[in-house]
C-alpha cells in the first residue's frame, strides 16, 4: 500500500530560524513528489521533484529528493512570519495510471516574531 | 483566470440533509477531483473524473456521489449528511499529461449538526 508520512506533525520557530521538513514514501513505482504550502485556505504548489539529488530552489525555499533512501527534505532558511502554514508532501498512487496523489498528514510550521 | 471556484465557501447541515457542493473550473482540465482534509489525516480522496461521463472513487467514497457532465464542472453530492462528513473540502484539477501538479479551489468548510 502507498504511504506519505511527513515529520514533525508540528514545529515553532523564530524569524530567522532555519527549518527541515522531512517526507518519506512508500510507492512501487515512483514517479514524482510534490510539496505545497497550505495557510488558511487552498493548498498552494511549491516543488515537484522527478529525479534524485537536483535541488528545486525558490527564494528561501528548497527542497530536494533521495529515491535511493525514499525521502525529501523541505527547507526553509531566514524564516518569516510569511512562512507559518502547513506544508503538505504528495505522492501519485502507483496503483492506477492517472496518478491521483496521496497526501502525507502535513507539518504544521509556526514562525514567531 | 479565475482558476478552480468552489461554493459555497461554508455550510451548516442538519443530518439527514442532502446538499450539492459546487466546483468549475476554466482551464480546460480533463482531471478534477474532491479531497477532503480532517485535523491529522491530510487530505483524502473522495472522487475523481478523469472526462466528461468518467468518474471513480477515490479513498473514501462512501456517502459521496459526483458526475461529470461537462469538462468545467464536477459538483460533489451528500444524499444524506452524517456529522462523521464534518469537514474542509477541496476540489482540484489538473491537465493530463503535464504532471501531477493539482491546482485547488478554496475549500468548502462543511459542519453537520
Known amino acids: 500500500e502507498d504511504k506519505v508520512v511527513q515529520s514533525p506533525l508540528s514545529l515553532v520557530v523564530h524569524e530567522g530560524d532555519t527549518v527541515t521538513l522531512n517526507c518519506s514514501y512508500e510507492?512501487?513505482?515512483?514517479?514524482?513528489l510534490l510539496w505545497y504550502k497550505q495557510e488558511k485556505k487552498a493548498p498552494t504548489f511549491l516543488f515537484m521533484l522527478?529525479?534524485?539529488?537536483i535541488e528545486k530552489k525558490s527564494g528561501r525555499l528548497s527542497s530536494i529528493l533521495d529515491k535511493k533512501e525514499l525521502f525529501s527534505i523541505l527547507n526553509i532558511t531566514a524564516t518569516q512570519t510569511g512562512d507559518s502554514a502547513v506544508y503538505l508532501c504528495?505522492?501519485?498512487?502507483?496503483?492506477?495510471?492517472?496518478?491521483?496523489?496521496?497526501f502525507g498528514a502535513g507539518t504544521q510550521v509556526v514562525v514567531t516574531p | 483566470n479565475a482558476g478552480v471556484t468552489q461554493t459555497p465557501k461554508f455550510q451548516v447541515l442538519k443530518t439527514g440533509q442532502s446538499m450539492t457542493l459546487q466546483c468549475a473550473q476554466d482551464?480546460?482540465?480533463?482531471?478534477m477531483s474532491w479531497y477532503r482534509q480532517d485535523p491529522g489525516m491530510g487530505l483524502r480522496l473522495i472522487h475523481y473524473s478523469v472526462g466528461a461521463g468518467i468518474t471513480d472513487q477515490g479513498e473514501v467514497p462512501n456517502g459521496y456521489n459526483v458526475s461529470r457532465s461537462t469538462t468545467e464542472d464536477f459538483p460533489l453530492r451528500l444524499l444524506s449528511a452524517a456529522p462523521s462528513q464534518t469537514s474542509v473540502y477541496f476540489c482540484a484539477s489538473r491537465k493530463t499529461g503535464q504532471g501531477e501538479k493539482l491546482f485547488f479551489g478554496s475549500g468548502t468548510q462543511l459542519s453537520v449538526l
Open positions: 504528495a505522492v501519485p498512487m502507483t496503483t492506477d495510471s492517472w496518478g491521483k496523489l496521496q
Open positions: 482551464m480546460n482540465h480533463e482531471y
Open positions: 510507492v512501487t513505482n515512483f514517479r514524482s
Open positions: 522527478t529525479s534524485s539529488g
